[in-house]
């Protein structure tokens, strides 16, 4: 059985920094290509970052310089650091895998 769990999200100020997780079981951590989006109510589910197996990483235009993306093949967990956030980062962020494995998603909200 295919488990995602997503955690570490929060109401943070704008400027402020959260650290997300994404702890995987029931697959081969290492094969994955993990994958993190985000979706606002009324409003279509977004790509935001990706980690391949060789390490590489991918951002969408909007993210690029505050977030990054990292993975830890020892613990099956992929991790999104937030940084300089604003409001226009809240949503709820989903973890996945390239083969179309989602978790259940975490709530980061930005606001003052």
């Known amino acids: 059985q295919v488990q995602l769990v997503e955690s570490g999200g929060a109401l943070v100020q704008p400027g402020g920094s959260l650290r997300l997780s994404c702890a995987a079981s029931?697959?081969?951590?290492?094969?994955?290509?993990m994958i993190w989006q985000r979706q606002v109510p009324g409003k279509l589910r977004e790509f935001v970052a990706a980690?391949?197996?060789?390490?590489?990483?991918n951002y969408r235009d909007s993210v690029k310089g505050r977030f990054t993306i990292s993975r830890d093949n020892a613990k099956n967990t992929v991790y999104l650091q937030m940084n300089s956030l604003k409001p226009e980062d809240t949503a709820v962020y989903y973890c996945?895998?390239?083969?179309?494995?989602w978790g259940q998603g975490t709530q980061v909200t930005v606001s003052s």
């Open positions: 980690i391949y197996r060789d390490g590489t990483t």
């Open positions: 029931g697959i081969i951590f290492d094969q994955h290509v």
């Open positions: 996945g895998t390239n083969t179309g494995y």
